[in-house]
């Protein structure tokens, strides 16, 4: 079969053929690179070149003196057209797809999104005073138009003193022109718009729309209703507070209501507050009021630690993963107020202040604390250990343990060193029994730790230039 090569498309201009790298694509033709200009009619012009025999002419089609030509037109006049091309008609998509404001289709390059639908650009505009728009002041109404900031508020915002800037925000709206500039009537109050239930404001059961939309633990409430339940403060994300009863408060209302009671729960002369009732008087007035919150239960290994009541965010105390009431978190022996920086997590599941838990769980005898801390918790004499491997005490579990001594270490007075754990007491130099810390610590390769010296002299180099001074001339 004889071979046939491959035709290449040839170039409007030359008529030679056109290859990839040099050609240009307009028009459905393919052009050399340098032949490819403005093309009229399979002709190709420069742009100037173009305009000047084809472009539009009169006054103020171009720029300088060369361009008030005194070519008529001619070329573009057709009947009943008056020199001008009539738009094509606009063509209407299928009723809920198009553009809500004039049907029409819309297209990626001119799209503008507002509640996932969709609008022409040049449609994009309030509802009222046909303002361009955007997604910064773009106002969703009820009525599922589009507003700015300003025409949303004054059709559905509040009204009245207190809301707005200014001496022009005291509007109510009064104005009694008629005809067709007459006010349209607006739904000021947004609350007798229904929501499903469960779904609106959890305070008036309204539909909340975006631009008066408050969050609180995951519900969604109007800027007006979110106030505290008792004193109807206005209330933010910093103090409002989620009561037990999936209603919101203020701090101090929440405290009164749901918090603790009694000395030391509060500061200043007023902190003795018992709202001048006596607790049955409260019950009695309040039923629902719970004073004691360790009433309330919680679920198996979910409450208090210490009383097993629910644990509230506005009482609320961590140590080691576990929540406590404010009051419960005191020392497990002598009862004194803790927080983070002195609570001390026992292995008895309990907290203890640091004085506390010394005495139960730390090492005890000559050299360990200071002088208060020579003590015995029981009748007998606390053991003195003068030994570096001391032989008494609960032995620990295979490799649980102290590296050195076996027995069991707790967190005040455990010592790291390559991932083994040791006493504070056993954390000394195998050789000469100096005491360690991190700065000069060597492990040496019998799983034993050494200070410097010992160690340079068990394992390291020897002989002439390895050390300083005379003794360090051996030759062992």
Known sequence: MPFK??????????????????ERVAGGNKWHKQCFKCEHENELYCKNCHGRKYGPKGYGFGGGAGCL???????????????HFEPKPMSKAPEGEGCPRCGGYVYMAEQMLARGRAY?????????????????????????????KVCYGKKFGPKGYGYGQGGGALQCDSTTIEGEFAPKPSAVDTTVIKATPGQGCPRCGGVVFA??????????????????????KTLDSIIACDGPDRDVYCKTCYGKKWGPHGYGFACGSGFLQTDCMTEDQLASQKPMVTIDTTVIKAPEGQGCPRCGGMV??????????????????????????????????????EIHCRACYGKLFGPKGFGFGHTPTLV??????????????????????????????GY??????????KNRIWHKRCFSCFECHKSLDSTNLNDGPNGEIYCRGCYGRNYGPRGVGFGMGAGTLTMA
């Open 5 to 22: 090569p491959a035709e290449n498309p040839k170039c409007p201009k030359c008529g030679k053929s056109v290859y990839a790298a040099e």
């Open 69 to 83: 030509s005194m070519d008529t037109g001619a070329q573009f006049q057709g009947e009943g057209t008056n020199g």
């Open 120 to 148: 022409h650009k040049g449609c994009f505009k309030c509802g009222e005073c046909k303002k361009g728009l955007d997604s910064v002041n773009c106002c969703e109404g009820p009525d599922r138009n589009i507003y700015c």
């Open 211 to 232: 631009a008066e939309q408050v969050l609180s633990k995951g519900r969604e409430w109007h800027r007006k209703c979110y106030k505290c339940r008792d004193c109807s």
């Open 312 to 349: 509230f965010a506005a009482e609320q105390q961590l140590a080691k993963g576990t929540m406590w009431h404010k009051k419960c978190f005191n020392c497990n022996e002598c009862h004194r107020p803790l927080d983070s920086m002195i609570a001390c997590d026992g292995p008895d599941r």
């Open 376 to 405: 015995s918790t029981d009748a007998q004499a606390a053991p003195v250990h003068t030994d570096a491997k001391p032989a008494n005490g609960p032995k620990a579990k295979d490799g649980k343990g102290c590296t050195r001594c």
């Open 408 to 417: 069991a270490v707790y967190e005040a007075e455990k010592m790291l060193s």
